[in-house]
């Protein structure tokens, strides 16, 4: 099959808003090109055209059969920028062995590559004699096999290896395709493109490369390379599955080594429908030919985008320039359909699993290696989730990956609020962090402005920030604030409640009192009923049933009185969490406080794990019981996962705290994690989080409930927005707890790839509250899994 080159829009060194560089195609006829190459090469023979943007290019065959390619450049064309071309050819020729590249011819007349030459309007220009090449073009063979892909990375790699030792003073020269430029090129050209959707996509594409790769460009490796390996510049032995040739170097140039293998890419997987496999064989092969750094595998997807939006960018440009030509136009379509492939591979996922191939992780300790080390060196306290423990290394959205690249859905982990990683989060904390981080003693904005934007999402009558690093941190201080205020002690606490692990919290949390190594309940400590309506002593979701409950706080209440300790505080998470899920029927709130505040007690919030919008409806979940709180406690998701929490009270509380005794937290206000949390509250409001959990959370609880008809094991579905619990029954009328039946669906889904636990007395209550990152599709996926598992014999009573 005869060669051709791709036609690239302004493939060449020189400014986009120049003159139509084809108007500067050299004026040649054939009857002067035949004299040329009669004269300088001693050739004659049949010419026929070849395209070319703005060169005029011809096919030269003998009356012997030898094939030659004739090249004469444009005007514009200066004699360095070819000869740095010829030298590559040159060079590459005599050291490449497996591949085959141009071969130049010398003039027999000057002795020279480069002839001089003029055209019919007296315009110097250079002409070229090269061997032509013989092999099908990667674009219009079927690509079927994985060989394909490898001998591409082993023919790059080895190219690149010849280059870089090759030096010259045009390499460095400004050329619109090279990676280097991509972040200008393309904001200066998008408004070309065509369609809010598409102009969004190569916006998102701008945006990721400045974001992941612009800060790491100083510790990519650069050398010269060929810059335009795309499908129309590659050969390829279709009996052999392998790349045998390359050619045209116009677009050489000194730049990052990584963009070799990026453009390549771009265009050899556009003939695929499945792209991840295909590029996984290409860059191990590189690699395995031609090490690549941990960084340019991290940088490798989006240098992909980059160079089919700058393609894509240039081709609109040129569109508006020339609108007559649909062409233009007509050949994005393999673009945009390739960056819709690309943009359904998980970006983390992709990179990890290439490193660990490429032998690169950067996480060098092997699993049983920490395990042993944690067993020795740290307290055996630290428990580990599943029967074989993960090794997590990277977060992004609602995924958690292993060093092997393979992911799981997190649907339990509340801490990372708006979604691992939240690049926003990121920058917030990074800029902070990188001009100061003091302590509370100084003047700083970031405190009035975080506590400003925490302010407005409570009841007005809850007017004061302290801020603290954890929720055990919080729930300390509270007790502090209420026994200052109160001048009591005595607390009235829910069975199964978990405050905290200081010493002061595990004294009112029955979780760890109550439960293996604890020592009972304080003398100074009541417990209430769990409102459980579903396995608690009252059943139902009724005010009638939130009452009654109420009335077992009441209960405890009277009982300090009698005793002569009258109570200091209630203190209740406002949906139980480590106690199963529990949602509070209506009222119970309303009616505890009330009771607690006729005897002088105050009541406490514990939103550790349900606050900040989780519920949907509301930013706390207390407000969902009609409830206000005189002390609120904040943890979890403030920081989305930076050490950050906060005690929200009333101006009275607080004033009675000023005793003389500082309260002062070296850490609790610091300007980096009030950057930290206030950009957690921006990305709540930007991006809707709150009616996203109630959206999602109603679709989840109605997916469990289909689930619940299917399969009885799942005696019950309750949640609010996004904190969802299903609890696993053996049987409706006993309520035994299906303990058995719940571990071997958390190991299911653990195999494939969704993370949950159990909470509950009796630990037989999925516990899902994953970040507010996740997805109807994430969803669809969660219920479709364990749908099939709820259908297993290991899943049945």
């Known amino acids: 099959m005869t060669q051709t080159t791709k036609i690239d829009s302004l493939n060449q060194d020189q400014s986009p808003n120049n003159s139509n560089p084809l108007s500067n195609s050299p004026a040649l006829s054939i009857q002067d090109i035949r004299a040329l190459i009669a004269e300088h090469f001693n050739l004659e023979g049949e010419l026929s055209e070849l395209p070319s943007y703005c060169d005029l290019n011809r096919l030269l065959i003998t009356d012997s059969g030898d094939k030659f390619v004739i090249k004469i450049a444009n005007p514009l064309q200066d004699k360095s920028s070819l000869d740095f071309e010829n030298q590559a050819m040159t060079l590459l020729s005599q050291k490449l062995k497996e ?129 335009d390996a795309n499908d129309y510049n590659l050969l390829v032995n279709p009996e052999q599955k392998m790349v045998s040739g390359l050619f045209d170097f116009g677009d050489m140039v000194h730049t990052f080594r990584i963009a070799e293998l990026a453009i390549a890419a771009a265009y050899a997987l556009m003939s695929q429908d499945e792209i991840e496999q295909p590029l996984t064989n290409l860059v191990v092969s590189y690699h395995q030919n031609n090490p690549l750094t941990a960084q340019e595998i991290e940088v490798l997807l989006s240098f992909i985008k980059a160079r089919l939006a700058v393609s894509l960018c240039m081709s609109s440009y040129e569109y508006q320039q020339n609108p007559e030509n649909d062409y233009l136009l007509v050949s994005q379509n393999g673009a945009w359909e390739t960056l819709k492939k690309l943009n359904t591979i998980d970006p983390v996922s992709l990179k990890l699993k290439l490193k660990f ?78 001009k100061l981080n003091t302590n509370t003693r100084y003047l700083h904005d970031n405190i009035v402005t975080f506590s400003k934007k925490l302010l407005a999402t409570m009841p007005e009558e809850l007017s004061v920030c302290m801020f603290v690093n954890s929720g055990s941190e919080a729930n300390e201080l509270a007790l502090r604030l209420a026994r200052q205020y109160t001048q009591r002690k005595s607390m009235v606490v829910v069975e199964g409640a978990y405050h905290g692990n200081t010493n002061g919290c595990i004294e009112i949390s029955p979780y760890k009192f109550d439960g293996p190594g604890g020592n009972g309940s304080p003398e100074w400590v009541k417990q209430t009923i769990v409102p459980d309506p579903f396995r608690g002593k009252y059943r139902g979701r009724n005010e009638e049933v939130g009452y009654q409950y109420a009335l077992d706080v009441k209960r405890a209440v009277k009982e300090f009185e009698e005793s002569g300790h009258p109570v200091c505080a209630f203190i209740c998470e406002s949906i139980q969490g480590v106690g199963g899920q529990v949602i509070h029927p209506p009222g119970y709130l309303k009616n505890a406080y009330q009771f607690v505040r006729e005897a002088g007690g105050i009541c406490i919030a514990d939103e550790v794990q349900v606050g900040m919008g989780r519920v949907g409806s509301h930013w706390w979940a207390f407000q969902t019981q009609d409830a206000i709180p005189d002390i609120v406690t904040i943890g979890k998701p403030l920081g989305n996962g930076h050490p950050l929490a906060a005690v929200v ?149």
């Open 99 to 227: 591949i085959s590249v141009p071969e130049l011819l010398v003039s027999k007349k000057t002795g020279a590559a480069l002839v001089a030459v003029q055209d019919q309007l007296g315009r110097n220009c250079f002409m070229r004699v090269i061997s032509f090449l013989e092999g099908d073009l990667w674009a219009k063979q079927t690509i079927d096999s994985p060989q394909y892909f490898s001998s591409l990375g082993k023919a790059l790699a080895n190219t690149d290896k010849v280059l870089k030792s090759f030096k010259h003073p045009q390499s460095h020269r400004f050329l619109i395709w090279d990676l280097r430029n991509a972040s200008s090129v393309i904001r200066s050209h998008v408004e070309a493109i065509k369609g809010e959707d598409n102009n969004k996509t190569i916006q998102q594409i701008l945006n990721e490369f400045e974001t992941l790769v612009v800060p790491l460009m100083a510790e990519l490796p650069e050398q010269i390379i060929h810059n």
């Open 357 to 434: 191939q490429c032998g690169l992780s950067e996480n060098a300790d092997n699993q049983e290696e920490i395990i042993r080390y944690r067993k020795t060196h740290l307290s055996e306290n630290l428990s580990l989730a599943y029967k074989q423990p993960l090794k997590i290394v990277e977060g992004k959205g609602a995924y958690l990956y292993r060093e092997d690249g393979s992911r799981y859905l997190d649907m339990v982990n509340n801490v990372c609020h708006v979604g691992h990683c939240h690049p926003d989060v990121v920058l917030a904390g990074q800029k902070q962090m990188a």
């Open 649 to 797: 009270t009333t101006k009275e509380i607080a004033d009675a705290f000023v005793t003389g005794m500082e309260y002062f937290n070296t850490f609790g206000g610091n300007p980096v994690s009030c950057a930290i949390g206030s950009a957690v509250l921006d990305v709540v409001e930007k991006e809707n989080l709150m009616e996203h959990a109630l959206s999602m959370g109603n679709a989840l609880v109605d997916g469990l409930i289909a689930l619940q008809k299917k399969f009885p094991v799942i005696g019950d579905v309750r949640g609010l927005g996004m904190f969802v619990g299903a609890e696993f029954v053996k049987d409706l009328d006993t309520l035994e707890p299906a303990i058995e039946q719940i571990d071997y669906v958390i190991e299911r889904l653990k195999s494939e790839g969704i993370l949950l636990t159990t909470e509950g007395p009796f630990h037989n209550v999925f516990k899902i509250k994953p970040p507010l990152a996740f997805s109807k599709e994430d969803l669809e996926f969660f219920l479709g899994k364990l749908e099939l598992i709820l259908a297993e014999d290991g899943a049945r009573v």
